[in-house]
Nanobody, 125 residues
Framework: QVRLVESGGGSVQAGGSLRLSCTFSGDTFYSRYYMAWFRQAPGKEREGVAADVDDHIQNYADSVKGRFTISRDNAENALYLEMNSLKPDDTAMYYC??????????????????WGQGTQVTVSS
Protein backbone atom coordinates (compact mmCIF):
# COMPACT_ATOMS: atom_id res chain seq x y z
CA GLN A 1 0.00 0.00 0.00
CA VAL A 2 1.40 3.38 -1.02
CA ARG A 3 2.09 5.73 1.87
CA LEU A 4 2.99 9.40 1.68
CA VAL A 5 4.40 11.42 4.57
CA GLU A 6 4.91 15.18 4.34
CA SER A 7 7.25 17.28 6.45
CA GLY A 8 8.85 20.72 6.47
CA GLY A 9 5.89 22.95 7.16
CA GLY A 10 6.05 25.75 9.67
CA SER A 11 5.48 29.43 10.35
CA VAL A 12 7.38 32.10 8.46
CA GLN A 13 7.07 35.79 7.76
CA ALA A 14 6.09 37.10 4.36
CA GLY A 15 9.01 36.97 1.98
CA GLY A 16 10.48 33.94 3.67
CA SER A 17 11.11 30.45 2.36
CA LEU A 18 10.24 26.88 3.25
CA ARG A 19 11.05 23.51 1.74
CA LEU A 20 8.45 20.79 1.98
CA SER A 21 9.35 17.13 1.65
CA CYS A 22 7.25 14.07 0.91
CA THR A 23 8.50 10.54 1.38
CA PHE A 24 6.93 7.75 -0.70
CA SER A 25 6.78 4.10 0.30
CA GLY A 26 4.89 0.97 -0.63
CA ASP A 27 5.86 0.55 -4.30
CA THR A 28 9.29 0.02 -5.83
CA PHE A 29 8.31 1.89 -9.00
CA TYR A 30 8.14 5.39 -7.52
CA SER A 31 9.63 6.89 -10.67
CA ARG A 32 6.51 5.89 -12.63
CA TYR A 33 4.15 7.84 -10.42
CA TYR A 34 2.65 11.20 -11.16
CA MET A 35 3.36 13.33 -8.09
CA ALA A 36 1.86 16.61 -7.01
CA TRP A 37 1.43 19.10 -4.22
CA PHE A 38 -1.97 20.46 -3.27
CA ARG A 39 -3.07 22.91 -0.61
CA GLN A 40 -6.24 23.80 1.18
CA ALA A 41 -6.88 26.83 3.31
CA PRO A 42 -9.77 27.01 5.80
CA GLY A 43 -13.01 27.75 4.00
CA LYS A 44 -11.44 27.38 0.57
CA GLU A 45 -11.41 24.64 -2.02
CA ARG A 46 -8.41 22.42 -2.52
CA GLU A 47 -5.95 23.90 -5.01
CA GLY A 48 -3.37 22.17 -7.14
CA VAL A 49 -0.03 23.87 -6.52
CA ALA A 50 2.57 21.97 -8.54
CA ALA A 51 2.90 18.63 -10.26
CA ASP A 52 5.73 16.52 -11.64
CA VAL A 53 5.20 13.94 -14.34
CA ASP A 54 8.57 12.31 -14.79
CA ASP A 55 11.19 14.67 -13.43
CA HIS A 56 11.19 16.53 -16.74
CA ILE A 57 7.69 17.90 -16.99
CA GLN A 58 6.31 20.14 -14.27
CA ASN A 59 3.19 22.23 -14.03
CA TYR A 60 2.41 25.05 -11.64
CA ALA A 61 -0.60 27.01 -10.54
CA ASP A 62 -0.44 30.58 -11.79
CA SER A 63 -0.44 31.83 -8.22
CA VAL A 64 2.92 30.19 -7.46
CA LYS A 65 4.78 30.36 -10.77
CA GLY A 66 8.21 31.86 -10.34
CA ARG A 67 8.14 31.37 -6.57
CA PHE A 68 7.68 27.62 -6.03
CA THR A 69 9.72 24.77 -7.49
CA ILE A 70 8.74 21.12 -7.46
CA SER A 71 11.39 18.44 -7.71
CA ARG A 72 11.78 14.75 -7.06
CA ASP A 73 14.56 12.37 -6.16
CA ASN A 74 13.69 8.96 -7.56
CA ALA A 75 16.63 7.33 -5.80
CA GLU A 76 15.31 8.52 -2.45
CA ASN A 77 11.59 8.10 -3.26
CA ALA A 78 11.12 11.73 -2.35
CA LEU A 79 9.22 14.75 -3.60
CA TYR A 80 10.03 18.33 -2.68
CA LEU A 81 8.46 21.75 -2.90
CA GLU A 82 10.78 24.72 -2.57
CA MET A 83 8.71 27.77 -1.66
CA ASN A 84 10.22 31.24 -1.89
CA SER A 85 8.84 34.76 -1.53
CA LEU A 86 6.01 33.38 0.56
CA LYS A 87 2.87 35.43 0.95
CA PRO A 88 0.10 35.31 3.57
CA ASP A 89 -2.17 33.89 0.83
CA ASP A 90 0.09 30.83 0.74
CA THR A 91 -1.10 29.88 4.23
CA ALA A 92 -2.71 26.44 4.00
CA MET A 93 -2.37 22.77 4.73
CA TYR A 94 -0.13 21.31 2.04
CA TYR A 95 -0.65 17.76 0.81
CA CYS A 96 1.46 15.42 -1.26
CA UNK A 97 -0.44 13.23 -3.74
CA UNK A 98 0.45 10.34 -6.03
CA UNK A 99 -1.11 8.56 -8.96
CA UNK A 100 0.19 5.54 -10.87
CA UNK A 101 -2.05 6.25 -13.83
CA UNK A 102 -2.42 9.57 -15.67
CA UNK A 103 -4.55 11.77 -13.41
CA UNK A 104 -6.29 13.62 -16.18
CA UNK A 105 -5.60 17.30 -15.62
CA UNK A 106 -2.40 17.11 -13.68
CA UNK A 107 -3.41 19.70 -11.07
CA UNK A 108 -6.86 18.23 -10.46
CA UNK A 109 -6.85 16.37 -7.18
CA UNK A 110 -9.67 14.05 -8.25
CA UNK A 111 -7.19 12.13 -10.37
CA UNK A 112 -4.87 11.23 -7.50
CA UNK A 113 -5.44 8.07 -5.49
CA UNK A 114 -2.90 8.42 -2.70
CA TRP A 115 -2.60 11.31 -0.26
CA GLY A 116 -0.45 12.23 2.69
CA GLN A 117 -1.72 13.61 5.98
CA GLY A 118 -0.58 17.15 5.22
CA THR A 119 1.81 19.68 6.67
CA GLN A 120 0.77 23.17 7.77
CA VAL A 121 2.32 26.28 6.28
CA THR A 122 1.54 29.61 7.92
CA VAL A 123 2.81 32.89 6.49
CA SER A 124 2.42 36.04 8.57
CA SER A 125 2.46 39.57 7.23
Amino acid sequence: QVRLVESGGGSVQAGGSLRLSCTFSGDTFYSRYYMAWFRQAPGKEREGVAADVDDHIQNYADSVKGRFTISRDNAENALYLEMNSLKPDDTAMYYCAASRSPPGWILNGDGYKYWGQGTQVTVSS
